[in-house]
């Protein structure tokens, strides 16, 4: 039986087995529970002490903790307290292993964070019983989990990154690996920390959020490209629960080459449209086009015709309507 320390950061798979964290200072415990619950299918992991347990538990995740109540040092009631104020463990039921059978020791055990106990000395199947009974929360709670991350990594596939934020404290929980790329290409920023203009934006719409009103989205623009943030829904109940917040990379290039299809113009008719959409005059867009006025106006001209338009105006709010049904986080 391997008792290493883990490495920081590790990944563990939990699609068919149940992940179980072992906390006792006595070798021959662990290695009579490491025995059984490895044959029995479990993935298991153990710590030796009060402080090793905290660190593995805060790394891993395990579904579920069989602690010692009694070691030296910091003994298992103080662990369990740590590991129940802790947000990223508090969910995990612990089952205490105990000598001691007095009743303030049991209700010392509860109080502190505990399911469960077992005696002092441990009988594997017994333990594997009581464990069955508390597992199957966390069985539920990892399809589930898994089943939510299947649907938002599928919205990778057309253009929509998401990432879920803390209420309570602003801390990036979860994310898609397109939204991990598009924070790192815009933001610089990578979990847990949150873009600092996305805080601000949440922070500055949450009444409106809370009250189920969708806020304003928010744009952070570099060079032509530009990521939009829209506020999804609130999940969870618990500490104010998680913002999901679905993102899209917009591009004038991608608008352009829709306003061209969708009126039939050429590439740079197009090009001329979406800055009268912008509010550009024609010395400006030729600027922009390294084109000269007169160009500019005639390619406008085409366009006027095309769309059976007469002003700019009417031009503009018609090409304006249709990419905002194409691209609805467009902000003309």
Not at 158 to 177: E, H, K, N
């Amino acid at each position: 039986m391997n008792t290493s320390s883990l490495p920081i950061e590790f990944d563990l798979d939990r699609s068919d087995s149940d992940v179980v964290l072992i906390v006792d200072d006595v070798p021959d415990n662990l290695s009579l529970l490491h025995d059984a619950l490895d044959e029995a299918g479990c993935t298991v992991l153990v710590a030796t002490s009060g402080e090793a347990a905290l660190a593995r538990a805060a790394q891993a995740l395990p579904d579920i903790v069989l602690l010692d109540a009694m070691m030296p040092g910091m003994d298992g009631f103080e662990v369990a307290r740590h590991l129940k104020a802790d947000a990223r463990t508090a969910h995990i039921p612990i089952i205490f292993m105990t000598g001691l059978t007095e009743t303030e020791h049991l209700v010392a055990g509860l109080e502190a964070g505990g399911v469960d106990y077992v005696t002092k000395p441990i009988k594997p199947r017994e333990v594997l019983a009581r464990m069955q009974v508390h597992l199957q929360g966390a069985r539920l709670a990892r399809r589930d989990a898994r089943q939510a991350g299947q649907a938002r990594n599928a919205l990778d596939a057309f253009g929509y990154a998401s990432i879920t934020v803390r209420a309570s404290d602003g801390r990036l929980m979860w994310q898609t690996p397109l939204a991990r790329d598009l924070l790192l290409r815009y933001c610089g920023t990578v979990a847990p920390a949150t873009p600092a203009p996305v805080l601000e934006w949440l922070r500055r719409h949450q009444a409106e959020a809370e009250a189920h009103i969708e806020p304003p989205r928010l744009s952070l623009e570099q060079g032509p490209r530009r990521l939009i943030f829209r506020l999804h829904q609130r999940v969870g109940d618990s500490d104010g629960g998680d913002w999901l917040i679905v993102m899209q990379e917009a591009s004038d290039a991608a608008i352009i080459e829709a306003m061209s299809v969708s009126f039939k113009l050429t590439a740079r008719e197009a090009e001329v449209l979406y800055w009268v959409v912008k509010g550009k005059i024609n010395r400006d867009i030729g600027d922009i086009l390294g084109a000269s006025p007169a160009t500019v106006k005639k390619h406008l001209e085409r366009v006027f015709a095309k769309l059976g338009v007469e002003t700019r105006t009417a031009a503009a709010g018609m090409a304006l309507s249709r990419i905002r049904q194409l691209h609805p986080q467009f902000e003309g």
